[in-house]
């Protein structure tokens, strides 16, 4: 009985100080939406289109700027969910991830929306020209609009890999720098991100 009961005692005290595997997972991911984007910038001047609502979504009305938190990413991974309001039409919508951006504007551009998946970079080349490259996505991933789209980037060294919706969309692997910005683009829809969360690398 006296082993029993310490063989209880023992599980009971093992469960207060060991978290469950998935709450010790979950805790790797950083929200980055979480301070209110206080530390977030804007490009644009004027009254911000940009809001967060009560659910914590990230919501950019008509738009047409890059939003980017203030600090610089090295490798790891970048995950998001966005959505584009529907308005009636079924052509016409626009937004971008940027990830490994210069603060001189080189980076890897990745569009949502209309032509969801298409890259265009801009970076040095071998020479000290500026080199820039654009490329067809090389599947069709979007999901209708109004319905949510999982994105997630993946920065490895100079590589970028970008994913929607579990497909692989547009790969890149001449990035000037390891580290660098990343950033959400509204081009004048009204988008909508939730979700935004960062895991480092090894």
């Known amino acids: 009985m006296r082993t029993l009961l310490l063989g209880l005692w023992i599980a009971l005290i093992a469960t207060q100080y060991s978290p469950p595997r998935a709450m010790s997972a979950e805790r790797e991911w950083t929200d980055l939406l979480a301070h209110n984007l ?33 600090r610089e990413f090295a490798d790891g991974t970048f995950k998001f969910e966005y959505r584009f309001r529907p308005n009636g039409e079924k052509t016409g919508f626009k937004a ?34 500026t080199k820039s490259l654009e490329e067809k996505p090389l599947t069709k991933a979007a999901r209708p609009i109004g319905e949510w789209n999982q994105v997630l980037v993946v920065l490895e060294g ?9 497909k692989l969309v547009a790969s890149f692997s001449q990035s000037d720098t390891t580290k660098g910005l990343i950033s959400l ?18």
């Open 38 to 70: 206080r530390d977030w910038t804007r490009t644009g001047d004027g009254k911000n289109p940009w809001r967060l609502t009560a659910e914590g979504s990230l919501v950019c009305e008509k738009g047409n700027e890059l939003y980017t938190p203030d």
């Open 96 to 129: 971008a991830v940027w990830a490994r951006q210069s603060r001189n504007g080189f980076g890897c551009r990745v569009a949502l929306g209309d032509n969801c998946g298409a890259l265009s970079a801009t970076f040095q080349g071998a020479s000290d020209r």
């Open 185 to 202: 683009e509204a081009e004048g829809s009204t988008v909508e991100f939730r979700d935004v969360m960062w895991k480092n690398g090894k």
């Open 158 to 166: 100079r590589m970028v890999n970008v994913s929607v919706n579990d």
